[in-house]
């Protein structure tokens, strides 16, 4: 009868002692913190360009997902770039497909300032 005492008496003070403790460090997921990054876009100035009777935006070489470009008084934003046709989305959010040439041209070597967004980056 003491022997099956000690041992409940032992496994309460052992229930008791887990209950209370702190839950250590190491136990459960670590969430990553996000932080907001103030970024600014690259606007580059691009011209149009008749070619074989077809009008073709001409646009730098390295043209990337996310870059400004200047077309006819207003800014659009490119959203993907494929080897003939990139695909723009305009301030309003009307998206459209645009034929272009590839062509490094004074007139779009310069990055000229865009505009500020937001990007959360786990850090």
């Known amino acids: 009868m003491t022997l099956s005492r000690r041992a409940f008496a032992s ?3 052992l229930a008791i002692a887990a209950a209370a403790a702190p839950a250590p460090a190491w136990g459960g997921p670590r969430r990553r913190q996000k932080r ?3 970024r600014r876009r690259t606007r580059r100035r691009v011209i149009w360009r008749t070619h074989n009777g077809r009008r073709l935006l001409v ?3 390295g043209v990337a997902v996310g870059w400004e470009l200047m077309v006819d008084d207003r800014v659009v934003v490119v959203h993907e770039v494929r080897p003939d046709v990139i695909v723009v989305k305009d301030a309003s959010g009307k998206t459209e497909e645009i034929a272009v040439a590839k062509e490094d041209t004074d007139d779009n070597k310069v990055e000229h300032e ?5 990007v959360e980056e786990e850090s």
Do not use: A, F
């Not at 865009?114 to 937001?118: D, F, H």
């Open 11 to 13: 496994l309460m003070s």
């Open 36 to 38: 907001r990054v103030r």
């Open 59 to 61: 646009v730098p070489v």
């Open 114 to 118: 865009g505009t500020e967004y937001e």
